[in-house]
């Protein structure tokens, strides 16, 4: 039998029982997941990646629905994920990008409390049989080195109104 250390999958596992949004906790603190805080929305790593550079925009008050959103907040909502966008292009240069919502539990939201897009940079051959027949990622850089990489981009960002 061959044994994957994967010693992030335990912090994944003992996060599940950790109570609050993690969106409205990144507005009230620092810390090493958080890119962003605009007037209107908010950008985090995704802590548990699909690969590097998975980013999570969400908007700054505690929603669920497209619905529940202002004109003016899904106006700065689709403008940050298209700034995030930008900034993964010069700094990490993807292939392509999967951007979208899960709304719902069925439709695979793990925060379906806070309304978030998921923004995943892409490049050619970024999976492999790992993910399909073992359900294992393969994320080839800490989190820690990708924030640093992508942090004084998000800093030189302005989002106001237009």
């Known amino acids: 039998m061959k044994t994957m250390w994967a010693p992030w999958r335990m912090e994944y596992i003992l996060d599940q029982k950790k109570d609050g949004c993690i969106f409205c906790k990144a507005l009230g603190e620092e810390d090493a997941l958080t890119l962003f805080?605009?007037?209107?929305?908010?950008v985090v790593m995704n802590k548990f990646?699909?690969?590097?550079?998975?980013?999570l925009v969400a908007p700054r008050r505690h929603l669920s629905g497209l619905n529940e959103l202002t004109?003016?907040?899904?106006?700065?909502?689709?403008?940050t994920v298209e700034q995030s966008v930008e900034i993964l292009k010069k700094a990490m240069q993807p292939d392509g990008f999967n951007v979208g919502l899960n709304l719902g539990k069925v439709a695979g939201a793990g925060v379906e409390e806070h309304l978030h897009f998921h923004v995943v940079p892409r490049w050619f051959g970024d999976t492999n049989a790992l993910t399909v027949f073992a359900d294992v990622r393969v994320i080839p850089e800490h989190f820690k080195a990708t924030h640093a990489r992508l942090k004084p981009y998000f800093d030189t960002i302005n989002l106001t109104k237009s």
């Open 71 to 79: 004109m003016e907040e899904m106006g700065m909502l689709l403008k």
């Open 49 to 55: 990646p699909y690969i590097n550079g998975h980013l």
């Open 37 to 42: 805080k605009g007037s209107a929305t908010l």
